[in-house]
């Protein structure tokens, strides 16, 4: 059974992951009116699916620890970018948040001794190194590329192999 806290702190995730969800969404639906960003757009809706899932795995977690999952309300994300840089600026700062907020739940795991809780967040630990690095890699490749135009046509080329470390 989950304590009161414990549920509050995975309520407040639910939250943070429903709006990583609808902010890559934006960034998707940004990206798909521009012209030549085909991959990127691909990128940002798959990662939109991807933080649905986790929303929906913490959701179950909650219900199945004899809790209750509380699907909030949201506001409405950033809609436009002046730029692709730009773009996955935001998209590191959102994902170092949710590092932060994701050591935090862990943090709270180990005080409140919820040992199961502390296993499940691990999924998350371990998701999160690999968001960020991708995260960095990509703004690291748009600081290079600056406004060169084949530069950025290999990037969205790319850019869907990149998420497997490649
Ligand atoms: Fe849910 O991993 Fe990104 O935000």
């Given at each position: 059974m989950l304590s009161k806290t414990m549920q509050e702190a995975l309520n407040r995730q639910v939250l943070m992951e429903a709006q990583s969800s609808q902010a890559y969404l934006a960034m998707a639906s940004w990206a798909e009116i521009q012209p030549g960003l085909k991959?990127?757009?691909e990128f940002f809706f798959k990662h939109s699916d991807e933080e649905r899932m986790h929303m929906l795995k913490l959701v179950h977690y909650i219900n199945e620890r004899g809790g209750f999952a509380v699907i909030p309300s949201l506001e409405?994300?950033?809609?436009?970018?002046?730029?692709?840089k730009k773009a996955f600026e935001e998209l590191l700062k959102h994902e170092l948040a949710v590092s932060n907020s994701i050591n935090e739940l862990v943090d709270i795991s180990l005080k409140e001794k919820d040992y199961a809780t502390h296993n499940f967040l691990q999924w998350y630990v371990t998701e999160q190194m690999e968001e960020e690095r991708l995260a960095r890699e990509c703004n690291d490749k748009l600081e290079m590329i600056g406004d060169d135009k084949s530069g950025l046509y290999l990037f969205d080329r790319d850019i869907m192999s990149m998420e497997n470390g490649g």
């Open positions: 991959g990127v757009t409405q994300p950033v809609l436009t970018f002046v730029s692709l």
